[in-house]
C-alpha cells in the first residue's frame, strides 16, 4: 500500500513538474515573440515618427510656401538633367532649409549652398550671372553641378550613385574617390556608399599608416580630410528625406 501511495505520489509530482515546464516554455515563446515585435515595429514607429515630422515641416507655412514657389524651376530642372524633384527638395531642406539668403562659415550661398568657386565654374558652362543672389539660377546651377557629379559614378547602381553623387556635392569627388582607393585596398567595392562611409573616414593624418600602404606619396591624393562625419550625416539625411518626400509630394 505503501508503495503505490509512492508511486502515485511521484507521478504526480512528474505531472507538476511537466506542467511547470510547459509553462515556462510558453512564457518564454511569448516573450521571445514580443521582443521580435517590439525589433519589428521599433524601426517602424521611429520612421512614421520622422515622417509626420517631415510632414509637418512641408505642410509648414514657409516650406509649403517655398516648395510651391520654386517647385516649377526644381522640377524643370530635375527633369533636365535626369533627377526625380523630390530629391532635390529633400537636397535644399538639407542644404539651406530654403533660406535664399542662407550662407555657411565657409562661404557657400544660396538654397543649394554653392562655393564662389563652383559658382564662377558653373557661370561660364551655363552664362549665368546671378548663381549666387538669383535663388532660380542658385537652383538651376546646383542641380546642374549635381548632375556633374552624378555622371562621375556610372559603374554604381542607382541608389549607389545617388548617395556617391551627394557626397561629391558636399566634401569633393577627389574625397570620395580617395576613399574608393582605400576601398579597393581592402578589397571592397569602391562604387557603393556603405563602403565609402565607412573609408571617408580613414582620410585623416592619423591614418597615416594606411596611406603609406594605398598611395606611393604616403597621403590621400586630395589632401586629408576631416568632415566625413558631415558628408555621411548630409547624404544619409538627404536619402531618408527623398525617401519619404516621395510617399508626401
Not at 2 to 20: E, N, P, V
Request: proline letters at 3%.
Amino acid at each position: 500500500m505503501i508503495s503505490i501511495l509512492k508511486i502515485l505520489l511521484g507521478i504526480i509530482l512528474l505531472l507538476l513538474f511537466l506542467a511547470s515546464c510547459q509553462k515556462s516554455t510558453q512564457e518564454k515563446s511569448i516573450i521571445a515573440e514580443a521582443d521580435t515585435l517590439s525589433e519589428q515595429t521599433g524601426p517602424k514607429n521611429e520612421r512614421n515618427q520622422k515622417w509626420l515630422e517631415l510632414k509637418r515641416q512641408i505642410e509648414s507655412a514657409r516650406y509649403s510656401k517655398s516648395v510651391l514657389k520654386y517647385s516649377p524651376v526644381i522640377k524643370k530642372y530635375a527633369k533636365r538633367y535626369g533627377f526625380d524633384w523630390r530629391l532635390i527638395v529633400a537636397q535644399i531642406m538639407q542644404e539651406s532649409r530654403f533660406r535664399e539668403q542662407a550662407q555657411s562659415p565657409v562661404g557657400a550661398r544660396g538654397l543649394m549652398q554653392l562655393m564662389p568657386r563652383t559658382e564662377r565654374e558653373i557661370s561660364r558652362e551655363l552664362d549665368f550671372e546671378y548663381i549666387l543672389k538669383n535663388p532660380r539660377e542658385n537652383i538651376a546651377a546646383g542641380i546642374y553641378h549635381m548632375k556633374k557629379q552624378y555622371s562621375l559614378f556610372t559603374h554604381s547602381t542607382y541608389m549607389n550613385r545617388i548617395k556617391l553623387s551627394l557626397a561629391a556635392y558636399n566634401c569633393g569627388a577627389g574625397r570620395v574617390f580617395d576613399a574608393g582607393d582605400i576601398a579597393r585596398f581592402h578589397r571592397h567595392p569602391s562604387d557603393q556608399w556603405k563602403y565609402i562611409k565607412i573609408y571617408l573616414t580613414m582620410l585623416r593624418n592619423q591614418d597615416w599608416k594606411i596611406h603609406l600602404q594605398v598611395w606611393p606619396q604616403g597621403k590621400p591624393k586630395h589632401g586629408y580630410f576631416y568632415g566625413s562625419d558631415e558628408t555621411v550625416t548630409y547624404v544619409d539625411n538627404i536619402w531618408e528625406m527623398y525617401e519619404i518626400y516621395r510617399e508626401i509630394l
